[in-house]
C-alpha cells in the first residue's frame, strides 16, 4: 500500500514517496489504483486481523500518469497528485455501490 500501512477508518492516508521516486528516476508511468472494500476482509482495526471472509473486492484502476521529465524535486507533486486520483477512483466506486450497480463495471476515466 502506498500509505506504507492499511487504514483503520477506510481514509486514504497520505502517500510514501519511496516507490515514487523510483518511478521519476526510471521515468516510468505511475497507475493509480483504488484497492476498494477490503476492511471486510480482514477487519477495521489494523492491530487485530480477523479470519478472511469471502466477500467482493474491487479493484479500479486509473489511467497511468507520466513521470517524464520529472525529477526528485517534482516527488511532493506527484504524491499529491497520485493520492488525489485514487481518492478520486474510490469515491467514484462508493458512489455508484448499492443495489443499483449490481455487478457493473465502474467506469473510472
Known sequence: FPEGTRS???VVRPFKKGGLV????AQM??????????RSIAGAK????KA???CDVRLVVGKPISTVGMAFEDRDKLA???HAE????KTLWESKKGAELGNAE???F
Open 8 to 10: 483503520g477508518d477506510g
Open 22 to 25: 523510483l518511478a521519476i528516476q
Open 29 to 38: 508511468p505511475v497507475v493509480p489504483v483504488a484497492l476498494c472494500h477490503t
Open 46 to 49: 489494523i492491530e487485530a486481523f
Open 52 to 54: 478472511i471472509e469471502k
Open 80 to 82: 499529491a497528485t497520485l
Open 86 to 89: 485514487v481518492v478520486r477512483l
Open 106 to 108: 465502474v467506469e473510472p
